[in-house]
T-cell receptor
Framework: AQTVTQSQPEMSVQEAETVTLSCTYDTSENNYYLFWYKQPPSRQMILVIRQEAYKQQNATENRFSVNFQKAAKSFSLKISDSQLGDTAMYFC???????????????FGTGTRLQVTL | DAGVTQSPTHLIKTRGQQVTLRCSPKSGHDTVSWYQQALGQGPQFIFQ???????QRGNFPDRFSGHQFPNYSSELNVNALLLGDSALYLC?????????????FGPGTRLTVT
């Protein structure tokens, strides 16, 4: 079984600053995906960024980037130039990679509540 | 292109009652997964439907059951409701027959059991 741990229940950052959210995971799998999801107060879970474990290059999406350390089983999210709209719960999630034609499930951490302030 | 939709938005039930939640997947998707998110927690996987069959199941009792229809929409049924079933229920859809692995989430149904 996989576990995902987010050790920072809450974080705060000023607008335009940079913040890093931590995530560690435990798995015996070698092929998997990692995700960061954002859940604003509106409740809609939105995919922020994804990383394929077999890729060594860290994923980036505009102001969002990850630091993926496979050996350490660490997957942190960096948000640059923070904006008020980034205020939300952020969840780290794991998915085992399986063969095409079948589906897999997401295992989530407990989340980090990020508050962006003026 | 409509995303994942869920109904109802909110629901209040009494202990012992039964409830049905509904989900319509994103256009082109054929797989539906259900998650339970208790207050202040991350979502927990309940089960997943593909080709109208339950394909995977999380650690939830048999009181939780589901169904998938030929148009890929899905229902989540919970019998004999307990106070602990109060949560946000999220539906996520995906397309299984390709390398795509992303799950797209609906806005959720907030269930309150009194």
């Amino acid at each position: 079984a996989q576990t995902v741990t987010q050790s920072q229940p809450e974080m705060s950052v000023q607008e335009a600053e940079t913040v890093t959210l931590s995530c560690t995971y435990d798995t015996s799998e070698n092929n998997y995906y990692l995700f960061w999801y954002k859940q604003p107060p509106s409740r809609q879970m939105i995919l922020v960024i994804r990383q394929e474990a077999y890729k060594q290059q860290n994923a980036t999406e505009n102001r969002f980037s990850v630091n993926f350390q496979k050996a350490a089983k660490s997957f942190s999210l960096k948000i640059s130039d923070s904006q008020l709209g980034d205020t939300a719960m952020y969840f780290c999630a794991f998915m085992k990679r399986i063969n095409t034609g079948t589906a897999s499930k997401l295992t989530f951490g407990t989340g980090t509540r990020l508050q962006v302030t003026l | 292109d409509a995303g994942v939709t869920q109904s109802p938005t909110h629901l209040i039930k009494t202990r012992g009652q039964q409830v049905t939640l509904r989900c319509s997947p994103k256009s082109g998707h054929d797989t539906v997964s259900w998650y339970q998110q208790a207050l202040g927690q991350g979502p927990q996987f309940i089960f997943q439907y593909y080709e109208e069959e339950e394909r995977q199941r999380g650690n939830f009792p048999d009181r939780f059951s589901g169904h998938q229809f030929p148009n890929y929409s899905s229902e989540l049924n919970v019998n004999a409701l307990l106070l602990g079933d109060s949560a946000l229920y999220l539906c996520a859809s995906s397309y299984v027959a390709a390398s795509s692995y992303e799950q797209y989430f609906g806005p959720g149904t907030r269930l309150t059991v009194t």
